[in-house]
């Protein structure tokens, strides 16, 4: 075993000598036997060695050290009729060894030495065989010209399994060698005719092919990942190599991809990891989901309340009263978003959990005991119930909501008691299969809705006082009572306006970052569960981008986002703009 | 008789004021925890000493209470545990502390217990053993040396002012002028290369020398300095824990010192008083979870001013032509709908865009052509306060433009044809007469732009805000605004000190109190604009005629 080691000499900027120094690093017989060695294959990971070589069709002479320094020495057999084609060693010792029917055998050394899996690749022979970046996949060629990629897997069993986890585009000649660039996972093939194809393993994308031009004996992927050298019939040529993104395609951002150490193709969205060989995950798919699933569970807590709201101050709502609480949910509206957050975050994520029952019983409860005021009112006493005008119904209500939130608070305890034996989490956990986050969807929901409900407040406040009084009059005319009239005649009347407030109100959803980014827990997980957190595309911009280096992969992706969002948000409000003004011109006669 | 109002609909109006009344008691019950836990902060509490029933001694201010949870015993809900400050993170490393009631013995408060606020570690709750100047005990026992300490606070005080001047007003000058000296080298060096010339080897010995100089006068600053942080550093004090640990510290690194216990309303207030005060205009301490905010005031303060005078000519003018010049068409109203787009478009794109743009595209070109010199090190290719203001002015144009078409639209006809009709121009009537009448409604815009402005956080955090800023963008140094600088700003601040920070839970009530800060600032701005509003409107009733 020998180490060459090459020492350029620099004088000033220009390489003046290069010398070569060749040192002896270990002897070692592979074959007891003496037979000859015809393929030979080495690596070194950390002070361990590992050497095979193929000693004859179906025998592998496989010599390591381990971690203490001693040696060992095994001899790998392949069934016959197959005849070994191929050996290559990965990381911690695991041997591959392709065969001409089509197979590879691979033999893991953790915790022993054992043939683990037979994997058959195609029917024809095995043409080329690499370990991949890492060394936990491999790419096997065939003689039919196809290419696939494969790693262990792990299984619900908890045992691994090796699987095809890719297939690349086939070649038209059989591939006979690759090679690797040890930045990233790119890899160049090479066929038989002297074709050169760029690859990338993850993605599976064909980046770049070189038409062929002579055979090429052998070829190589400069460290730095800047040039390619193929060596055709004795003649090197180098090709300049650029090749910033390769792992990103529409495929990879938008649709399932099969990383290395996953049990199936998923969405998935991790940007960095401690680790050396870390691959990043770039999935938009869980962030485009968290940002809907996030809005949507805000619509559904804000837009109920905001248009009974607007429609209550509107149409019902003593005229002295409406100008004092007009402006208040007004104000309400320029509530910075990072207030909102903090407390959300801080405050009600906390309480929410302490007592999940009672709040899920509060809104309904509030809006059943406000709403039962009307008969409250009818037994009050004259002499009270007479100073109660319509329009300040308000008056008696908030005291109810109090009450009805008090008693929320108060049996929220017996409830859990009596229907999730004593703790709504643990019940969820073990009824439901559902965890729970302490900063999930119902708390952004919440804080979310309280951030959209003062713009849609608002803005179907004005679409319902801008319906003429002359068709409420007439409607009040006929006979018809307030709420008949509300409801019958200004909502389809303001429905434009509603449905366009709406649009704004989900518009500003989905681009809110602040509330989400301190109310959830920033998880990029894709279930529907409400007690779970998500990640927006919004929140991940503001987390990751800080650390994301000017024109990288990753930073590129984040603009994507945004660009995104943008495209999101613009046909969103240009929907509502379009669609209100139809509906206006519509409403015009009216 | 109920029969009929269940057909008329009536709980349904019942049911939409309920709608209305869940949204006020939320905006209502939100602002009243924030101004409770923000203004609350600040108001020094009693200090308790609790003596557990296994004879452990705990001395703290009670900071919460809660019923136990056990699920599934009858015991369910009805134990309580009450929450301790404890302080002495340095001893104990830990601020706070659940105890279960059941566990205590006894409860007392003690008028010996001092509440101490020190430059590091949090508060130090304990009692005093004596006061040391160097060798020399000046005097012992808790109540002496409470005594004794409240004027050595205040001389403690006054040499930390005298400290902070020096180190940054005289060290500070000399260190900005060999940084200056310094570039001014690598400019030279950098024009050596391109051409040789004569005159920069004089200039560079020039500039030798002034930096051999400049370095003695750091010196000659810097034992100065050190002498007094010496001298301010003799007078120690100990201080026992209630668990008997006792710590030394110098009266220099002494902020604030009570007798908790002993204090009178009135001496109350007055702590409150002066904690407020030294939030609203000192320096923040121990990673932003005590001492004061002022930085992030000026920050915020300054971003919105030259986010004003950014957006406030760009929105007027736009409006102006938008409204007085432009044919009303098919482009106008487009420009419209994109207006009003804008205003809807998330503020995180708003921020990728001044990153993508402002930051590193025009920011790297300014530093290449202007400030080759302290490459690689970014000048203005890095963010900075010009560059979020400026990201924060596009987003806020949209409110600007709109809220001045809407102030032009209103001004009367008849005021304008008057002035058209006597004889002005176009531009002389928009100036003279247009303009002064539309001022208070664009005033209006600017004030819910400064608003909007000051409130948003995501777009700031990625082009120029951060924790903590040693430099303001404004000083005594030429050229006085340096539009380069990072900043602090109170919405960030708010998110760092409750979200990033080691220490959440004693970190809490600075971010309520940031907050209420900030809501206030809001929320003043809000009503001043619905204000003006409101008297422009009843301004042009009467006028209208």
Known sequence: LMQVRYLPQFDGQTLKDVSIEVRERAIVTLDPQGRPVRQVSYIEQGEQKFVAGLVSDGEVTYWWTDSSGEEHRATLAVPAPNRVTHVRIGRNGSVLAGTDRGFVYHWGLVPEL??????????????????????????????????????RAPLESGDFAMVRAHTFEPQAAPVVAMALSGRERSFATIGRDGEIVLRHQTSERTLVTLPPDGPVSAALITPKADGLLALEQGVLR???????????????????????????????????AATDDFESKFSLVPLIFGTMKGTLYAMLFAVPLSIL??????????????????????????????????????????VIERNLVAVILMIPLMLLIGTSGVFIWRFLPLRIATRLRPGTEVVLILPLLLLAGWIALAIGPTVEGLLFAGDARLWLQSALGLTYDQRNCLVVGIAMGFAVIPLIFTISEDAFSGVPSSLTAASLALGASRWQTAVQVVLPTASPGIFSAVMIGFGRAVGETMIVLMATGNTPVMDWSIFNGIRTLSANIAVEIPEAPEGGTLYRVLFLAAALLFAMTFVINTVAEVIRQRLREKYKAV | MTAQPLRRGDPAIWLAGSGLGVSLIMITGMIVLILTNGLGFFWPGRLVQLTLKDGSVLLGEVSGREPIPQPGTPEHLTHFRTQLKLGNRDLTGVDFRWIEEDAIAARDYPSDALYVERREYGPFIGRAVKLTEGERELSSGSEAVAAALAPLVVKAARDRDTIRGLERDELGAVNYRIERARLEMRRLELEAESSSNPETAEARGEIERETAELKVQYGLLEQRLATIVEEASRTRV?????????????????????????????????????????????????????????????????????????????????ALYLREYAKQGLVVRLVRIGVNNLAGVPSIVFGVFGLGFFVYFVGGSVDRLFYPESLPTPTFGTGGILWASLTLGLLTVPVVIVAAEEALAAVPRSMREASLAAGATTFQTILRVVLPAAAPGILTGLI????????????????????????????????????????????????????????????????????????????????????VRNKLRRKYQTSAF
């Not at chain 2, 979870?289 to 003018?317: H, K």
């Not at chain 2, 409750?498 to 309520?512: L, T």
């Open chain 1, 114 to 151: 054992k043939l683990t899996d037979v994997s058959p690749v195609s029917r024809t022979r095995v043409t080329a065989l690499e370990w991949m970046l890492g060394g936990n996949s491999w790419t096997a060629a065939a003689d039919d010209g196809s290419l696939s990629g494969w790693f």
């Open chain 2, 448 to 531: 819910l732009a400064m608003a909007r402005g000051a409130g948003e956080v995501a777009p700031l955090m990625i082009t120029g805000v951060v924790k903590l800023a040693p430099d303001m963008p404004l000083d005594g140094f030429f050229p006085f605004i340096h539009l380069e600088r990072k900043f602090m700003h109170l919405g960030y601040h708010i998110y760092d000190v409750g979200f990033q920070s080691p220490n959440v839970e004693a970190a809490k009530p600075m971010v309520y109190a940031t907050a209420v800060l900030l809501l206030l600032i809001v929320v003043l701005l809000n009503l001043t604009a619905v204000i």
């Open chain 2, 238 to 318: 100990t201080l026992r824990s209630a668990s008997g640990e006792e710590k030394e510290l110098p009266v220099l690194d002494l902020y604030r010192v009570y007798a908790a216990n002993r204090l009178t309303t009135s001496q109350r207030a007055r702590v409150y008083g002066s904690r407020l005060w030294e939030f609203l205009s000192d320096d923040p301490r121990e990673s932003n979870t005590e001492g004061g905010i002022f930085p992030a005031i000026f920050g915020t303060v300054m971003m919105v001013l030259i986010m004003s005078v950014l957006t406030v000519p760009f929105g007027v003018i736009a």
């Open chain 1, 238 to 272: 180098r090709f300049a190599l650029q090749n910033p993104h390769p792992e990103t395609s529409w495929k990879t951002l938008f649709g399932k991809v099969w990383y290395e150490g996953y049990a199936k193709p998923e969405y998935v969205w991790q940007s960095t």
């Open chain 1, 309 to 350: 709201g607007a429609l209550y101050v509107s149409q019902f709502m003593d005229p002295t009263l409406r100008q004092k609480v007009k402006p208040t949910v007004e104000v309400m509206a320029a509530l910075p978003s990072v207030v909102i957050g903090f407390l959300a975050g801080l405050y009600l994520g906390a």
